[in-house]
């Protein structure tokens, strides 16, 4: 073969070497990317449905799974609709539009809203104390029962049904580890809009005094209730439920404290006495515990800071309403009724505002068992609220401190025998100081009530006796 022919020859094999390494490279090239193409859709898709999974996937953590977070957003949530109306507030506070007067329908639900009526209400108009006759001694006690029932039957269930709720998966078998509900407002909110339905049924139906406080004072009161129920939920994702029920009987502690700040009160030797035995006992009980698998020092920590904006803004919440009752007499159930209006507008428009309902109805859907628990544990916050004002209007406050006392160490022995708390001798006899303290407190304050019951009526002889 001549050198020439040759050379085309070894040239052109070349050629077509060199262009078949490169056809196959770029083959190699679609090939992959089309793997990967594939791998990066089927991922985004078993992302979207979760019975696609075949594997378990890890999860992966969002910066809305951080409690601070979710609280800075209800926050702002709650500053978007409160700013404005505080503004707005004012203003027409300074304008003199309320003064200038006027007549129509919105006049009327301005002024009511603003500077509320003129008249003040009194205990004579209606509603709050009851003109009907003494009960027989036989239908005070069947009463009784029915207060005691329904309270403890309300709030035990409640508490079994806000652990379930905040701590255990839905839909957890062999091949699903399940999910949590993380949602806390959304649960507030459930609970505020069936008490407010109750609420305006009874006021309906009943007669109640004229009222008379402006309707925008009950936003105080609303706000701190629904941030010291959030705080309820989520505290559960980081301590036990008998922690929290110790933590709510300590709460005692930063209501004098804040009854001193917001009325100026002054407080007894026993009360000083009962709330350092409160605190001893709870710190006995939380010494005791030990850290599960799950726990550590940063979600403890998190659960006591949780805990302890709880104890605050519910020791504002029962300090604000009673100035409201001592300053406007206002009805129990037109506080009911005033403080769970403003809780549900101020929920339901953080939970537009972060796509809460979305979240909140799409797992409702999903777990028929989830939407049960909800709906029954809105039901027995409603009931539960009533049993609360009927009680205290029968049988006084005593009574009814006495009662949800035996209910929170009945939550305590009810928790740990359907979740299976584990709980110390040393632990045992910290509920038993605090329990003991709590009795104690309410045994003090009534030999208070006699005793100036008693001085009183002395003082009245006396003077009875001078004048003869």
């Not at 005094?209 to 309707?215: D, E, K």
Request: proline share 3%.
């Amino acid at each position: 073969m001549p050198g020439g022919k040759l050379t085309r020859l070894q040239s052109s094999s070349a050629s077509f070497v060199k262009k078949s390494t490169m056809a196959a490279h770029t083959k190699s090239i679609i090939v992959l990317l089309v793997i990967v193409t594939t791998s990066y859709q089927s991922h985004f898709t078993q992302a979207a449905d979760p019975a696609a999974d075949i594997v378990p996937k890890v999860p992966t953590e969002s910066w809305t799974d951080f409690w601070i977070v979710r609280l800075g957003l209800n926050i702002l949530g709650y500053g978007s609709v409160c700013l404005p109306a505080w503004l707005l507030i004012r203003y027409i506070k300074r304008s003199g539009y309320l003064e200038r007067g006027g007549h129509g329908c919105m006049f009327k639900s301005i002024r009511m809203c603003v500077a509320g009526d003129e008249e003040k209400s009194s205990v004579e108009d209606g509603g709050i104390k009851t003109t009907s006759p003494e009960a027989p001694k036989g239908n005070k006690a069947m009463m009784l029962i029915f207060c005691v029932i329904g309270l403890q039957g309300s709030y035990l269930t409640w508490g079994v049904l806000q652990e379930r709720i905040m701590k255990h998966e839905y839909g957890k078998d062999e091949t699903n580890p399940g999910e949590k509900f993380n949602n806390s407002q959304f649960l507030v909110f459930m609970n505020r809009i069936l008490a407010f339905t109750a609420a305006g049924v009874v006021v309906l139906l009943t007669n109640q005094p004229r009222h008379s406080a402006p309707m925008y004072k009950y936003s105080y009161s609303s706000l701190s209730n629904i941030m010291s129920s959030w705080c309820q939920y989520e505290a559960l994702k980081f301590v036990s439920f008998p922690t929290q029920v110790l933590a709510k009987a300590s709460k005692i502690i930063p209501v004098m404290l804040m009854g001193k700040v917001v009325s100026g009160k002054t407080y007894e030797y026993y009360e000083y006495v009962t709330a350092g035995m409160i605190s001893i006992g709870v710190a006995m009980f939380l010494l005791s515990q030990k850290e599960g698998s799950g726990s550590t020092t940063v979600t403890t920590f998190s659960g006591v800071i949780i805990l302890i904006g709880y104890m605050v803004f519910d020791s504002f919440t029962s300090n604000w309403q009673a100035e409201l009752y001592k300053q406007y007499s206002v009805s129990s159930m037109q506080m009911m009724f005033g403080v769970n209006l403003f809780s549900c507008i101020l929920t339901s428009w953080s939970l537009i505002g972060q796509g809460g309902f979305a979240i909140g109805l799409d797992f409702m859907f999903k777990y028929s068992t989830f939407m049960y628990h909800v709906l029954l544990l809105s039901v027995c916050s409603a009931t539960g609220q009533l049993f609360i004002f009927y009680t205290i209007s029968q049988f006084g406050a005593v009574v009814f401190v006495i009662i949800m006392t035996t209910r929170s160490g009945l939550a305590i022995f009810l928790s740990c025998l359907v979740y299976g708390h584990p709980i110390s001798i040393a632990g045992v006899f910290g509920v038993l100081v605090v329990f003991s303290a709590l009795f104690l407190r309410v045994y003090a304050q009534q030999r208070k009530k006699a005793q100036k019951a008693r001085e009183a009526r002395l003082a009245s002889e006396l003077s009875s006796g001078n004048k003869v």
